[in-house]
């Protein structure tokens, strides 16, 4: 029993393939170009707290008021806030000896993550002496 194929077929079933391999190859690449949204949006938020630990930072009523602008920023753009800002806010409205702002910022903080919620108490029973 010989194999005959029929050489009018052979080419057919090649291009197919081919044409399938293509098309899984496009699909395949163009599933990697897909970005993800990112999940916070930082705006100066990185470097307003890296100035700030490195002690370069602006005085905390310019800090506030920049942080205070991009979280416009974010809430106008219906972006996530990350999490510590509220936190780093209300820190700096703290050193600014306006306690009512430091306790907002913080109370939004402890319901936007409430897995801060033990350091948010903590930073309020020690602001509050």
Same mark, same amino acid.
């Given at each position: 029993?010989? /194999? ?5 077929? +052979?080419? =057919?079933?090649?291009?197919?393939? @081919?044409? =399938?391999? +293509?098309?899984?190859? =496009? +699909? $395949?690449?163009?599933? $990697? ?5 990112? /999940?916070?949006?930082? !705006?100066?938020? *990185?470097?307003? +707290? &890296?100035?700030?630990? @490195?002690?370069?930072? #602006?005085?905390? %009523?310019? *800090?506030? *008021?920049?942080?205070?602008? &991009? ?7 219906? /972006? ?15 050193? @600014?000896? &306006?306690? %009512? ?5 913080? !109370? ?8 801060? !919620?033990?350091?948010? &108490?903590?930073? #309020? ?5």
């Amino acid at each position: 029993m010989s /194999l005959n194929l029929k050489k009018e077929g +052979l080419p =057919v079933f090649n291009q197919f393939t @081919r044409f =399938v391999a +293509l098309l899984a190859l =496009v +699909l $395949c690449l163009s599933a $990697c170009a897909v970005k993800a949204p990112p /999940l916070y949006s930082w !705006q100066g938020y *990185q470097a307003n +707290l &890296d100035a700030y630990f @490195r002690g370069t930072s #602006l005085n905390p %009523d310019a *800090q506030a *008021q920049l942080m205070e602008q &991009d979280l416009q920023k974010m809430q106008g753009s219906g /972006l996530a806030v990350p999490p510590g800002y509220h936190a780093h806010l209300g820190l700096l409205y703290a050193e @600014r000896g &306006d306690l %009512d702002k430091f306790a907002q910022q913080v !109370q939004i903080e402890k319901t936007k993550f409430p897995e801060s !919620q033990g350091f948010m &108490d903590f930073l #309020l029973r020690n602001f509050k002496k």
